[in-house]
């Protein structure tokens, strides 16, 4: 495999129009209906898209959707297909980052197109901005998110926005009113967008997939984990030097992350919230927690590798270059 130039030029994918054609496909988990793959084709479909189904978006091999050599393949057949306009993912799970060295870099440079997907998929992100510095897409996905007639119209308003219109999208909590936005520290900054699932972005510290975090606005969620493992992994970002490199910090809401069995005079009474502030408010940059993004239901996109402001004063993330041309 051909190892990318340190210096290399920021990449932007064309903007998805109605009437293109988008690749589906699982690189990580399969979905737990078999029935989603249906549901996803039909909306898209509904939304004006006309779908293309990877050959093994369907498989299953225990708890990935089919063997590494054949979800590494969907996924460079949809960014060599010149049919293809964007490439969204059925589902996060695990198992994307078992793909990262099977995919073929210099061949996707050399075809950049939208890739749309979070949690797991966070593996790719950071891959992409790593080898050949891809603007590419943390976004809903379409095994019950954007596939649900029930998604707030906020979180499709805002994928449709920031991958079909070739300007900035703006603040991410215009129109969002519910009130899990909270301050740690004041203050501006701007940089571009890294981050993702706050475990995956653990697990890539040291390996050739981890990008540069100088300067940048990181930002972050999580799902089903305990304070204390909040906590763990925000110290081992600390230990690594990550946290200190930044230019600030924009936490999502991090669904289910408190100790239901936790007691006020127990040993692990911290809550989630009693966590982000502790680690964080050391930090001598913005810090802005429960932003619309991550596992819930108003759920932003946010596009890795364009430049973002982070209010400190106002408690928003504003996205303010286009993600696509």
């Not at 009437?19 to 898209?44: E, H, K, M, W, Y």
């Not at 219109?165 to 703006?170: D, K, M, S």
Request: hydrophobic share 40%.
């Amino acid at each position: 495999m051909k190892k990318m130039s340190a210096r290399r030029p920021l990449l932007k994918p064309e903007r998805l129009e109605f009437g293109d054609t988008v690749g589906l496909i699982a690189p990580a988990s399969p979905p737990p209906d078999p029935q989603a793959v249906d549901r996803a084709v039909a909306a898209l479909e509904q939304f004006g898209f006309r779908p293309k189904l990877g050959k093994n978006v369907r498989a299953r091999h225990g708890f990935l959707a089919g063997g590494d050599r054949e979800r590494a393949a969907d996924l460079m057949a949809m960014f060599t297909d010149k049919k293809v306009q964007a490439i969204v993912c059925l589902r996060g799970g695990y198992g994307a980052a078992r793909l990262l060295d099977r995919l073929d870099y210099e061949i996707i440079r050399r075809h950049p197109k939208i890739l749309s997907g979070y949690s797991d998929l966070t593996s790719l992100h950071f891959a992409l901005a790593k080898k050949i510095n891809l603007i590419s897409i943390h976004a809903p996905m379409w095994n019950s998110e954007l596939s649900n007639p029930k998604t707030p119209e906020f979180t499709r308003r805002s994928f449709f926005r920031t991958v079909m219109e070739a300007a900035p999208a703006g603040s991410i909590c215009a129109d969002y009113t519910a009130k899990t936005v909270s301050v740690i520290r004041g203050g501006i900054a701007e940089g571009r967008l890294i981050g993702g699932n706050l475990s995956l972005i653990c697990a890539s510290l040291g390996t050739p997939f981890q990008p540069s975090f100088k300067g940048k606005i990181l930002f972050f969620e999580d799902v089903g984990e305990k304070p204390y493992r909040l906590d763990r992994m925000l110290t081992q970002l600390l230990n690594a030097g990550i946290l200190q490199q930044v230019a600030g910090v924009a936490v999502g809401v991090n669904k289910d992350c408190d100790d239901p069995a936790a007691k006020p005079d127990g040993e692990y009474r911290q809550s989630a919230a009693d966590v982000m502030k502790e680690r964080l408010a050391s930090l001598r940059v913005p810090v802005v927690t429960g932003l619309p993004f991550g596992h819930v239901d108003f759920n932003a996109t946010l596009p890795c590798g364009a430049r973002a402001l982070l209010d400190g004063k106002n408690g928003d993330l504003i996205l303010t270059e286009a993600a696509v041309t």
